[in-house]
């Protein structure tokens, strides 16, 4: 995520099975590599494991990303690295970008995505005292993350605390800091003010809905489509509005004829310029992504072209004159370690105190990633969307993305079949 690479010299395969071979379980080998201590010596600690992962071969429709099961000795992290078993991913907007050639941070194809997950440390390197085999750890990465064993530099894994699952810990690195950047770094939110929330129900609007409610008497305005109002109304969304069937500038000036203070803009386009003329004086317009741009599973360049040329364009007078400011924000771009230390820190600490809680909308094994990016992508999520890299039981059956989506509950009962340890992790996530 910042200008550090993360470690691809694993990410490709060494050996590939072809993808519409049942995968071998992800319990073999790997979690149980002899580490030469054992009678049979050398032999035994080159035996070779299986690895799953998840690659992107082109740019392109959904087909681009494919399950590949690489066969290879088990990697060695290096001085000042740890070796993680990753138990859950998170899934971005960003990954939708990248597939269709749209993420210019993304490696060239192959590579394997994803950029956040957690899991467990099974190998530190030399000189790594702050972390050790055993720890349960969020990771955040460039790419390379949708994979069962990643190594990565100790200074981007953080400790998780005893009570957040795995699944949580996927989903709170790139939204929630994301969300906190630019609501106190950036627009410095303080109390009573008001802000305007696009793709509320999504990973960035839920977690930028639950800071905002860690300052007292903040307003929040959240667009998003009227099946999903109940659910951000309950996560403090004090004035949800359909952007589907109405002009959100025009139900903005209904309640607040002066506008809001805050607008956090994930769209582009002509959806800035309106953002900006909703802001009050002295308020700020903070730019953070081009979801107008993605119309369908590949690259419209008639979609890039108007949102690029319905884009707000300013000078500086003007805004002088306005008394406004517009920014922008760019996760990916942000190369102070330091702040991403301090930001992660201050998060385990909000969730620790229970405010804070990433909302699980659905999780699919790797197998279904076409399927969880389809979800993603027609905006059907309520929360973060979850992939789980080991392989899918045989006997589980095919869950109803609709039903996920629109009862949280059943989907997460349904989930709990999957294995124990993710049983009283969610459990956790129906209060």
């Known amino acids: 995520m910042s200008g550090e690479e993360a470690p691809t010299q694993q990410q490709q395969p060494e050996q590939e099975k072809t993808p519409d071979e049942p995968p071998p379980s992800a319990d073999a080998a790997p979690a149980e590599a002899p580490q030469g201590d054992s009678g049979s010596g050398a032999a035994a600690e080159e035996k070779p494991l299986t690895c799953r992962a998840l690659v992107l071969i082109g740019h392109g429709g959904y087909d681009k990303v494919k399950l590949q099961v690489k066969t290879q000795s088990k990697p060695q992290p290096k001085a000042g690295e740890v070796l993680v078993r990753v138990k859950a991913c998170g899934l971005n907007f960003a990954e939708l970008l990248g597939r269709q050639g749209l993420y210019e941070l993304l490696p060239a194809p192959p590579v394997t995505m994803g950029m956040e997950g957690s899991g467990v440390i099974e190998a530190v390197g030399e000189d790594v005292k702050d972390r050790k085999v ?35 810990g996927a989903a709170l690195p790139v939204n929630y800091m994301t969300a906190y950047m630019m609501l106190f770094e950036l627009a410095n939110l303080r109390p009573g003010k008001s802000v305007l929330i696009h793709m509320a129900a999504g990973g960035v609007g839920i977690a930028a809905t639950q800071l905002c409610q860690t300052v007292q008497d903040v ?26 069937t ?73 805004l002088m004159q306005a008394n406004k400011a517009v920014c922008g924000f760019h996760l990916g771009y942000v190369t102070d370690e330091q702040l991403f230390s301090r930001t992660m820190m201050k998060l385990l600490e909000l969730y620790s105190q229970g405010k804070i809680k990433p909302h699980i909308d659905s999780r699919y094994h790797f197998e279904e990633v076409t399927e969880a990016m389809k979800r ?23 869950k109803s993305n609709a039903e996920a989506g629109e009862n949280a509950e059943i989907n997460e009962a349904a989930v709990s079949e999957k294995k124990e340890e993710v049983t009283e992790e969610v459990k956790a996530e129906k209060d």
């Not at 209904?254 to 003329?277: A, N, R, Y």
């Open 134 to 168: 055993g720890d349960r750890v969020i990771v955040l990465s460039r790419s390379g993350m949708w994979q069962e064993l990643v190594v990565v530099p100790t200074n981007r894994t953080f400790v998780m605390p005893d009570e957040m699952s795995f699944e949580e």
């Open 219 to 244: 307003t929040v305005f959240g667009t998003a489509s009227a099946s999903k109002h109940e659910t951000i109304a309950q996560g403090g969304v004090a004035h949800p509005i359909d952007y589907r």
């Open 246 to 318: 109405k002009d959100y500038v025009e139900e903005i000036r209904k309640i607040s004829p002066k506008g809001v203070d805050i607008v956090l803009d994930p769209l582009g386009g002509s959806d800035t310029q309106k953002g900006f003329s909703l802001l009050k004086p002295m308020g700020m317009l903070i730019v953070f992504g081009a979801a107008n741009c993605v119309t369908g599973q590949k690259k419209n360049l008639l979609a890039m072209a108007k949102t690029w040329y319905n884009q707000l364009s300013l000078n500086t007078m003007k």
């Open 376 to 398: 993603m992508h027609e905006r059907q999520n309520i929360g973060k969307v979850i992939l789980l890299p080991e392989p899918k039981k045989e006997e589980e059956k095919p």
